[in-house]
Structures are given as structure tokens and as C-alpha cells.
């Protein structure tokens, strides 16, 4: 069945860069907006980004403009998130999610990968 | 940026009671208002799209409404799965979350 594996998360120093990647499988990952989606430890969601299915248009929220960049490679139905000058704040475990026909909700979301920014 | 607030924080009921969620939006929405529940270690699950429509193999026991800036999400009777906390969400903004505990 469709399938999202984020990977790429681990341990960083503050104003360091990462780069996250999902992997999509099983659905035509080129038809669907995709997002970015992070939980810090104990707390609530938070939208991160989203692209639109032929990458021509890009989200971001206002926590994180300017620092990541959302891409996508439709050739590899694969998703990214490069993260520049990360911050303490910016610890979370990191989901990707499917846009539901273009709906804005997300009806398909990996297990994510887990950010720790710290010294 | 529109703000989603749930209430109550917290809701304690016994299997079989009616659950009742509440999602106000600090304007009204013009795109899809959808709820999720998330269980502890799992990534949220999406429960119900554009206010009222169920999403794939998502039981009948649940439901939502509302229209607006005034929303819900109810749970007709509550199964021991079902004890979680939910999310409303509209494109970027996420509620801050209501759990559903066992009384």
C-alpha cells in the first residue's frame, strides 16, 4: 500500500545544516502536494512546508522562512527538507504528509525522523 | 494565519459515552477543516476532511460538522481504541489538541 519513510534525522550543533528525506512508494507521488510536518517532544503539531505536486510553488511557516527549503524530485517520488542555521527550537520529530486532493489535510503520513539540535 | 482553538483540553469519559470536540477558528474558514488522532508513538491519523466527510476505512462512530468558524468532531460511542488525543487542522495551522482519556 502507499507508503512515506522519512530519513536523515539526528543529533546536530546549533547553526548547523541537515537535509530530511521521504521516500514515497506505492502511489503516483508526482500528482500530490506534499508537506513537512514537525512534533516536538511532548507538544502538538506544527505545519513545517508544503510544495505543490509539480514544485512550482512553495510554503512556509513564518518559524522557518528563510532557513529550510522544501524540494521535491518527482523522478525518485522523493521528498526533501534542507534545514540551514538549525536552532535548539528546532528539535522535533519531522513527519511528511500527503495532501489529500489538494484539500489542505493529509491523509498519508510516515513514522518520522527525529531532529535533536543541540551542543 | 488563521488560530485553531480546541476545547475542552481534556475530555474524560467511559467507554460507550458520546465524545464531543470542539475547533473554533479565529476567522472563517474557506478551505478544508479536517480532524486527526494520534496515539502515543504513532504518526496522526486522518479522521475527517472538508468538515464532514469520513476518510478511508474511518468507522461511522465518527463524525464532523460545523461550518464557518465553529466545528466539531464527535465520537457517538467511544471504543477502547479510541482513546487518543485529536487534532483539528486547516492547511497550515493545527489546533493545540484535545485528549481523550479513560474516566
Known amino acids: 500500500q502507499a507508503q512515506l519513510v522519512e530519513s536523515g534525522g539526528t543529533v546536530v550543533q546549533p547553526e548547523r545544516s541537515l537535509r530530511l528525506t521521504c521516500a514515497a512508494s506505492?502511489?503516483?507521488?508526482?500528482?500530490?502536494?506534499m508537506h513537512w510536518v514537525r512534533q516536538a517532544p511532548g507538544k502538538g503539531l506544527e505545519w513545517v512546508a508544503g510544495?505543490?505536486?509539480?514544485?512550482?510553488?512553495?510554503y512556509y511557516a513564518d518559524s522557518v522562512k528563510g532557513r529550510f527549503t522544501i524540494t521535491r524530485d518527482n523522478s525518485a517520488d522523493t521528498l526533501y527538507l534542507q534545514m540551514n542555521s538549525l536552532r535548539p527550537e528546532d528539535t522535533a520529530l519531522y513527519y511528511c504528509?500527503?495532501?489529500?486532493?489538494?484539500?489542505?489535510?493529509?491523509?498519508?503520513w510516515g513514522r518520522g525522523t527525529l531532529v535533536t539540535v543541540s551542543s | 494565519e488563521t488560530i485553531l482553538t480546541q476545547s475542552p483540553a481534556t475530555l474524560s469519559l467511559s467507554p460507550g459515552e458520546r465524545a464531543t470536540l470542539s475547533c473554533r477558528a479565529s476567522?472563517?474558514?474557506?478551505?478544508?477543516l479536517g480532524w486527526y488522532q494520534q496515539k502515543p508513538g504513532q504518526a496522526p491519523r486522518l479522521l475527517i476532511y472538508?468538515?464532514?466527510n469520513r476518510a478511508t476505512g474511518i468507522p461511522g462512530r465518527f463524525s464532523g460538522g460545523g461550518s464557518g468558524t465553529d466545528f466539531t468532531l464527535t465520537i457517538s460511542s467511544l471504543e477502547p481504541e479510541d482513546f487518543a488525543v485529536y487534532y483539528c487542522?486547516?492547511?497550515?495551522?493545527f489546533g493545540g489538541g484535545t485528549r481523550v482519556e479513560i474516566k
Open positions: 504528509a500527503r495532501d489529500w486532493l489538494t484539500s489542505g489535510n493529509f491523509d498519508l
Open positions: 506505492q502511489f503516483l507521488f508526482s500528482s500530490f502536494a
Open positions: 510544495t505543490s505536486y509539480d514544485a512550482n510553488t512553495e
Open positions: 476567522q472563517r474558514l474557506t478551505t478544508s
Open positions: 472538508d468538515a464532514s
Open positions: 487542522q486547516e492547511r497550515s495551522s
